[in-house]
Structure formats: structure tokens, C-alpha cells
């Protein structure tokens, strides 16, 4: 299994600190987000490669994030480069994502991570019911939060964990079961993103990829119980940022 983590946004809500450091290289106890991932990805799935989809604008940030990792991790990391260098040139998440699949000639069955995520889930889960299904397999975060739910992909499943209904951030959610930017993809099924990027226009959200598939091919959902955040906005980075001191988490990372 290969990874990518996609790390190509400018993150425009959390200006003024991401016109100068991309989001995935945010601190969290000191240590950037980015190396809570690549660690919990080394440790659980152990890829043959971690692909990081960044952009132009902060190609040579990752550079350096990656010269500071010990060596058998950044051997096992490369780095693809959407040719933008600011928000309005962006690819979005598919596309970015149909991007760096190409630019790295991904024939594996890949992994799909957000970067600006911070989880304690076990990866080798969602790996695992991918393999059973042969389907491509979401994770899944109950937010407990109607009004929350409300910015996310919002799921349902049925008892046998297969994805029935699946809307992005609709205004009156019927779960508050939610996707949250991981997802594996059986090497079979990577065909799929090529058909919807040729023929749609909505490219920026992979939720609206997934709404698509879901009428052509069964997906599945992990849902996981721990500690998630998304973050997106400079409360939910400030509140991750607090879990993780509290933990003293960051002492693992350095």
C-alpha cells in the first residue's frame, strides 16, 4: 500500500499564520501536524511510499520538514508539486489528489490522508475492511453535533458498514456521523477518479466525488471512536493544540 497526503490547500481561513507556513506544518506542541501523521502512517501501515501533495508556493518548506526526519522515514517520502503558488490557482482536493496519483505513477492500493488531520485512530482498520470489502472504505467520526455535522460529509450505514446515503455539508443533516479525510482506496477501484474528473466540474471537495460514486460502486465506512480534529479554523487549531499539550504528546514526535 502507498500513501499520499494531501497537503496542496492555502488554508485561507486561517490567515494571517498560513500566508506563511502551510497548514500541515502547523505546530502542535512544537512538533508539525505533519509528523503526528507520517509517524501513525510509518508505525501501523508501513507503505512502501508516503507521497505528499503540497503546491509550488510551499514546495521548499516541505523540503526542509522533510531533511529534519530521521532517515529510514525520509527515504520513504516524496514530494509532488501542483504548479500553483496561491489560492485562486488551486486544484482542489480531487484534482490534486487525480494529480499527484499520475505524477507519481501510484499502481498500489493507496491510502488518502488530509493533512490538516489529527487523529489517534488505527489506521490498519480501515486498511483492513477495504481488503475484506475490495471496496473503497472511508473513515468515519461520530461528532455527536447536529449543527456540527453541518460542515462535513455527512454518512450512513448500514449494519453491515456499507455507506447508504452520503451528502456534503448538507443544511439539515440526518446523522451526525461524519467523514473525515482518510480514506483507502483499492488499486482497482483508482480508475474511478479519472472518470469523475472528465466529467465533472466540482473538483475542490472529494466529498462531492464520493456523493458520485456512491450510485456506481459500494463504499464502506470505518467509524472510529478516539480523538479527531479537524482543523480547519484557528479555534479548532487552538483546541487541538491544547489536547495535545495536555496529553504531552509532542514528546513522542520530536
Known amino acids: 500500500m502507498d500513501v499520499i497526503v494531501l497537503a496542496g490547500g492555502f488554508a485561507t481561513r486561517l490567515r494571517p499564520l498560513s500566508e506563511y507556513i502551510p497548514k500541515p506544518l502547523f505546530p502542535l506542541g512544537g512538533v508539525p501536524i505533519l509528523n503526528y501523521i507520517v509517524y501513525k502512517i510509518e508505525e501501523e501501515i508501513k507503505p512502501g511510499r508516503i507521497i505528499i501533495s503540497t503546491n509550488k508556493r510551499f514546495e521548499n518548506h516541505f523540503r526542509y520538514w522533510k531533511r529534519c526526519l530521521f532517515d529510514e522515514l525520509k527515504q ?25 496519483i499520475k505524477e507519481a505513477w501510484i499502481e498500489n492500493d493507496l491510502l488518502v490522508i488530509a493533512g490538516d488531520n489529527f487523529f489517534d485512530f488505527d489506521l490498519r482498520k480501515i486498511r483492513r475492511l477495504m481488503k475484506e ?60 477518479l479519472e472518470e469523475y474528473i472528465h466529467t465533472n466540474n ?51 514526535w520530536i
Open 76 to 100: 520513504k517520502i516524496e514530494l509532488i508539486s501542483e504548479p500553483t503558488y496561491k489560492n485562486e490557482e488551486k486544484f482542489g482536493a480531487i484534482r490534486g489528489l487525480y494529480y499527484a
Open 133 to 192: 470489502k475490495n471496496a473503497i472504505t472511508l473513515s468515519l467520526y461520530n461528532l455527536k453535533s447536529l449543527e456540527e455535522a453541518k460542515r462535513f460529509g455527512v454518512v450512513s450505514i448500514d449494519s453491515d458498514n456499507r455507506i447508504i446515503e452520503l451528502y456534503e455539508k448538507p443544511e439539515n443533516p440526518k446523522s451526525t456521523l461524519i467523514s473525515t479525510g482518510i480514506y483507502a482506496i483499492p488499486k482497482e477501484k483508482l480508475r474511478f
Open 202 to 252: 466540482e473538483q475542490d471537495v472529494l466529498g462531492k466525488f464520493f456523493e458520485w460514486l456512491l450510485n456506481r460502486e459500494p463504499l464502506y465506512g470505518y467509524p472510529y471512536e478516539g480523538v479527531w480534529f479537524d482543523i480547519g479554523t484557528l479555534d479548532s487549531y487552538k483546541e487541538a493544540n491544547e489536547y495535545v499539550m495536555k496529553k504531552g504528546l509532542f514528546w513522542r
